[in-house]
């Protein structure tokens, strides 16, 4: 192992998508380097994170308390430490890395932009920071990429590399059954639009009233709008199809179960969720966002829709409720598609040689 040592940043161990990227960073890059996987806010933390980085054997660094006294103590971690490079992964995140590692002389500062879209005051400030004080900006998608460059970030500062997935599943191939399960993981927040998502479960119940079929709809996640969630459900009488899952401990078991994969965001990155759903062997429906199309290959593993246009996803979520073959190929489909193109080994490869660009 070489002796660099390097640091991964992230706001908090929380369940969410560049919390887990930030630990599978962590885990492919300890092999070769001295890694260490700072948390700003140490306070509860996620279980699950927690004995992943465990059972991989990852360095934490959790400062609890108030954001002073945790500040203080990355600042002290980074003073006794010669830290060579810091990966960044949320807005604050970029913002305090810079703001530590430059004041300690960490030599490369590496930030991180994980979606196509950012609130107008986070995309002041991150651009501020690629400009004046990051080496780098690293955006998990090509949309964003070209969304970014557009609005000023500076070309020669920014790079695109995927999220990964650690697949845990063999291929799965689903018996055939009279109840079809539909699933969604996401936040319960605006940008994922579940709205649509009922919308569509809504219609699709209609097109298969000449030809009955048992349908349920999972929703697993947790977020501001689970009141809405509960409302639309009843306003669409969909409560004896919908199961609103609640941040349960182990996503495993739905995604086991379930036959379908449903993702209606409003933009996206590369969206974690979908690729989860490629590993478990699942046919996806997605809106035609982020990168969407580079994981979703229509008529191959799924099919991807506009956005929005709940009529047209719920045809096409008819149209794999009504082909299990369809099903079981698609699945079969993505999961290959995952193997090839969204490894870890991929995306360890892509990160050490960025390293190496840069420590020589």
């Known amino acids: ?10 706001r908090a161990l929380k369940a969410g998508g560049a919390e887990k990227q930030s630990l599978l960073l962590a885990k492919v890059l300890k092999e070769e380097f ?31 308390g108030t954001q002073i006294a945790r500040l203080a103590h990355l600042y002290t971690f980074f003073r006794k430490n010669e830290i060579h490079l810091i990966f960044s992964f949320l807005t604050s995140d970029n913002f305090w890395s810079a703001i530590l590692g430059k004041l300690t002389g960490v ?29 780098y900006i690293i955006f998990n998608s090509y949309s964003g990429l070209n969304s970014f460059i557009r609005k000023g970030f500076v070309p020669q500062k920014s790079l695109v590399i995927h999220n990964c997935i650690e697949i845990t599943s063999p291929v799965i191939t689903r018996e055939k059954k009279n109840k079809i399960k539909i699933l969604t993981v996401a936040r319960f927040v605006p940008q994922k639009d579940l709205y649509t ?14 030809e009955p079929m048992d349908i349920e709809y999972d929703i697993v996640g947790f977020g501001k709008q689970e009141a809405q969630i509960k409302k639309w459900i009843t306003e669409y009488d969909l409560s004896k199809n919908v199961r609103l899952i609640i941040h349960p401990e182990n996503l495993t078991e739905y995604f086991e179960e379930a036959d379908i994969y449903l993702s209606t965001s409003l933009f996206e990155g590369l969206s974690n969720s979908i690729l989860e759903a490629l590993s478990y062997s699942l046919p996806v429906v997605a809106t ?14 799924g099919y991807i829709v506009p956005v929005g246009e709940y009529q047209e996803i719920a045809q096409r979520l008819s149209e794999l409720v009504d082909s299990y073959e369809k099903r079981i190929s698609f699945g079969l489909n993505g999961y290959k598609l995952l193997e090839k193109n969204f490894s870890m080994s991929k995306f360890r490869d892509e990160y050490i040689r960025l390293i190496h660009s840069r420590i020589k």
Do not use: H
């Not at 192992?1 to 992230?10: G, P, S, Y």
């Not at 996987?37 to 933390?45: S, T, W, Y």
């Not at 992943?52 to 054997?57: I, P, S």
């Not at 979606?115 to 920071?129: D, H, S, V």
């Open 1 to 10: 192992m070489r002796t660099e040592k390097i640091c991964i940043f992230i």
């Open 34 to 64: 001295d890694v260490f996987l700072l948390v700003q806010n140490g306070n509860d933390p996620d279980n699950r994170y927690l004995r992943f980085a465990r059972e991989n054997r990852i360095k934490l660094i959790m400062p609890e």
């Open 107 to 135: 030599r490369f500062l590496v930030g991180s932009i994980r979606n196509e879209q950012l609130p107008g005051y986070k995309e002041y400030i991150t651009r501020l920071l690629q400009k004046y004080m990051l080496d």
């Open 197 to 210: 998502a009922l919308k569509a479960v809504w219609y699709l119940k209609k097109l298969l009233v000449r």
């Open 288 to 301: 035609d966002v982020g990168d969407n199309q580079l994981i979703v290959k229509n008529r191959v593993n």
